[in-house]
């Protein structure tokens, strides 16, 4: 039994959910350890798709059991929901779900937070976030004294005597920043949220005991990462990140695993790179509405799962790579929407950064810096077949076959799998074997 990690290299969207499909039938447990409803993950399971946010994408898999860890951020109306999505895709979720009682719950005052922080009426420039209420429940949790977890939903008289000082200081401060902010009753929050406690009092429970029972007993273990290493609060393009560790530096923390033990870790990387929101993008593509940016946007349908917003597209960048790499001690890659490429006569590479026309070595945590850098390009041929019957890598044409080699020399790590199809058939192992 393996203990797995699979985590993007990139800024998010790398098709980690797809992955973690074709991989959590080898382990009877699937974990979340960092981020909450920001993530969106689309996977197409037994002809039908599936669109994930906060519940482990593993839970598809009818023996895995689903663990939200508690370095999770969890707005429990979210959980119902897409647990009522599963039932009607006919997957049984309920049971085989376990919520931490040490994960952090996002409360309706967090995405008014957000919204006035994300309109300059709080501190700072907007960062282009989901909405989803995330940077203010970390900001909760990190500060102490205003955090609310999911044990805390068990209890409602406790819960309406802890909520009623944090909505009196946030709807002072809402006030004061913006006169016509919404305001928030303590006793209707306790009320509906104790409720959400009532419904999911089975699955709350102690899953860091859990993780540990795992890795005394070698049970078998999938920790899905959300977002990607470039988001990733300490390592990534700050302050443009989330607010979590969406590295697997996350493990740890946000699931009571310890990490160390970790069989293998797949590093998920899209064949060219996606963002979403604000930030520096030195290999980003702005060359128009009849340009290579937007046919990779429309050919790879580049549009955000959670918000709808278009992705912006651009070369893959083997610098970021090779940083994210190292980062989570990636044991492979796997190489994603490869089929996405096809039908460009040449296809570019960054394999370094310049400022002011000077080498700049690896890659800057500061985002003022990183929006300085120029990439350096390595230009590779195309090819212009379609690819997505591929099943095996003498299906591929040489130009594609050379694309993954270079990749892999350039980041220092193997290419186990090339993706060309959201399919699971469509999942290339380039040395034969099925992972972990
Ligand atoms: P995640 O957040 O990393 O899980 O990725 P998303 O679900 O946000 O985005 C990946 C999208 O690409 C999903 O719609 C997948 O169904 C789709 N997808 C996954 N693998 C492939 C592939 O190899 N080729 C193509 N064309 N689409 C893919
Ligand atoms: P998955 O798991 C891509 C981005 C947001 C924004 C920044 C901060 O699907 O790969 P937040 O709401 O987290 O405070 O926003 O992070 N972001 C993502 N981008 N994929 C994601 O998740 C993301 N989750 C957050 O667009 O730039
Ligand atoms: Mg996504």
């Known amino acids: 039994m393996a203990f797995t990690c699979v985590v993007g290299l990139q800024w998010g969207d790398e098709a980690k959910g797809k992955i973690v499909d074709v991989l959590t039938p080898k382990h009877p447990f699937v974990v979340r350890f960092n981020g909450g409803a920001n993530a969106g993950h689309t996977v197409k399971f037994e002809g039908k798709t599936f669109k994930l946010s906060i519940l ?52 309706p005052y967090h995405f008014e937070q957000e919204r006035l922080s994300e309109t300059g009426k709080g501190s700072g420039e907007a960062i282009g976030t989901t909405g989803r209420g995330i940077g203010p429940c970390y900001e909760d949790k990190a500060g102490r004294r205003w955090a609310i977890r999911m044990v805390d939903l068990l209890d409602e008289a406790a819960l309406h005597q802890k909520l009623i000082p944090i909505v009196e200081r946030k709807n002072r401060l809402f006030k004061a920043l913006d006169p016509n902010a919404k305001q928030f009753d303590a006793a209707e929050l306790a009320r509906e ?5 009532n419904i999911l009092r ?5 899953t860091q ?20 290493s ?19 530096a996350g493990i740890w923390s946000g699931s009571g695993f310890p990490a160390r033990k970790l069989d293998t870790t797949y590093g998920i990387v899209k064949a060219y790179t996606t963002r ?51 980062l989570n001690d990636a044991d492979v890659l796997c190489l994603m929407l490869l089929d996405v490429l096809s039908g460009h006569p040449e296809l570019k590479i960054a394999v370094g950064y310049e400022i002011d026309g000077k080498p700049y070595s690896g890659f800057p945590s500061d985002a003022a810096i990183l929006a300085r850098c120029n990439p350096v390009y390595e230009t590779l041929p195309g090819w212009s077949e379609d690819i997505t019957g591929a ?41 034969g074997g099925e992972g972990a």
Not at 88 to 99: M, N, S, T
Not at 406 to 411: A, D, K, M, T, W
């Open 391 to 431: 099943r095996k890598p003498s299906d591929l044409p040489q130009a594609a076959l050379n694309y993954i080699r270079r990749v892999s020399e350039l980041v220092g790590r193997p290419v186990a799998v090339a993706s060309v199809g959201p399919d699971r058939a469509q999942t290339i192992w380039m040395n």
């Open 202 to 206: 089975e699955n709350i429970c102690d």
């Open 56 to 107: 482990p994408t593993g839970i598809l898999c009818p023996t895995a059991t689903a663990v939200v860890g508690n370095g999770v951020v969890v707005y429990p109306p979210r959980i119902l929901e897409e647990l009522k999505q599963l039932t009607e895709g006919g997957v049984d979720a309920l049971p085989r779900l376990k919520i931490s009682t040490s994960a952090h719950v996002i409360l």
């Open 276 to 326: 979403v929101g604000g930030g520096p993008m030195p290999t980003e593509l702005l060359d128009g509405p009849e340009g290579i940016g937007e046919k990779i946007r429309q050919v790879g349908r580049e549009f955000g799962t959670v918000t709808g917003r278009p992705r912006r597209v651009g070369w893959l960048d083997a610098v970021a790579l090779k940083h994210t790499a190292r």
């Open 193 to 197: 949220f104790a409720g959400y406690g």
């Open 230 to 248: 470039l988001l990733d609060l300490d390592h990534g393009s700050f302050p443009y990140v989330t607010s979590s560790n969406s590295s697997a």
């Open 209 to 228: 005991a859990l993780m540990g029972e795992c890795s005394d007993s070698r049970v078998g273990v999938l920790f899905e990462a959300a977002q990607g």
